[in-house]
């Protein structure tokens, strides 16, 4: 089973921009859809983007859209998530996942996937 560590979390002014990324142990990362979610403080954990195993398909919340980037580096073990023109709402703890069935199959929808990072805190002060 796949292990993941976030990195890149910190703090941001508004209209500002960070890089997560997630390091993915073992061998058959390749073989797993990646994701990114995140969780404000009271609320709960929300979906913001996802990418196929051979990144060619790529998904993303409507809050996010044009504003983040999610990709791979499958050679690396490595998923990324570019955030530019940050906003307040944006803070949250971002978390890396990863399933081995496709995007927006059942596990995806009831967010039961097959492994999860420890998160990484992103602040975007006002």
């Known amino acids: 089973q796949v292990q993941l560590v976030e990195s890149g979390g910190g703090l941001v002014q508004a209209g500002g921009s960070l890089r997560l990324s997630c390091a993915a142990s073992?061998?058959?990362?390749?073989?797993?859809?990646m994701g990114w979610f995140r969780q404000a403080p009271g609320k709960e954990r929300e979906f913001v983007a996802a990418?196929?195993?051979?990144?060619?398909?790529?998904y993303y919340a409507d809050s996010v859209k044009g504003r983040f980037t999610i990709s791979r580096d499958n050679d690396q073990n490595a998923v990324y998530l570019q955030m530019n023109s940050l906003k307040p709402e944006d803070t949250a703890v971002y978390y890396c996942?990863?399933?081995?069935?496709?995007?927006?199959?059942?596990?995806?929808?009831?967010?039961?996937?097959?492994?999860w990072g420890q998160g990484t805190l992103v602040t975007v002060s006002s």
């Open positions: 990418i196929s195993w051979s990144g060619g398909n790529t």
């Open positions: 073992g061998r058959t990362f390749s073989s797993y859809s």
């Open positions: 996942a990863a399933d081995a069935s496709p995007v927006g199959s059942k596990n995806w929808r009831l967010r039961a996937l097959d492994a």
